[in-house]
């Protein structure tokens, strides 16, 4: 088991707004719909699954947006010593034909709605991790990180003739 859990999220962009998790435990906040990896599925079978299981909506997975870690043995006595060091791997991703984002039959215990928020309201949202600078900026530019999943690499081949 690794010491680092590896959280799949998407960001879903929609006639300028965005699609956000809407939680109430001790006060509001909102999340990118994703959560945690599971055993045998690669990152982007993480994404689709993690969407639909918050939003009851599927997705098409497209490019990796962003990356955050979040590591709270560096952080100053914010963090409780049970939170784990994660990394979450952001992908841009959109809505299949016909798929409405909604809360699902069983939502997580706190989560209270899924909702579109306007680009230019981000900022007034309590937004969890606070990636709203981020976001904005990657919308700007659409500048993307390349994934390379090795089961799709060519083999490396040895010519020994």
């Known amino acids: 088991m690794s010491h680092v859990r590896i959280r799949c999220t998407g ?5 300028n707004a965005i699609l956000v998790i809407r939680y109430n435990d001790n006060g509001i906040h909102y999340n990118l719909p994703g ?9 982007l079978e993480g994404v689709a699954r993690e969407v639909y ?17 979040f590591a709270p043995q560096k952080q100053s006595g914010d963090y409780l010593p049970t939170e784990k060091h994660s990394l979450h791997l952001i992908f841009e991703c959109t809505l299949k034909d016909h798929s409405i984002p909604r809360l699902p039959p069983q939502p997580d215990p ?16 309590l937004l969890i991790p606070n990636l709203s600078e981020q976001i904005l900026d990657y919308v700007k530019t659409k500048r993307n990180i390349d994934l390379i999943e ?3 690499l060519d083999r490396l081949r040895l010519d020994l003739t």
């Open 53 to 69: 299981e918050e939003t009851n909506a599927e997705v098409e997975v497209g490019q990796l947006a962003l990356v955050y870690e």
């Open 150 to 152: 090795d089961f799709r």
């Open 110 to 125: 706190f989560q209270t709605a899924v909702e579109w928020v306007p680009l230019e309201e981000l900022n007034s949202i």
């Open 11 to 15: 960001l879903i962009i929609k006639d």
């Open 35 to 43: 959560g945690g990896l599971e055993q045998g599925e690669t990152i």
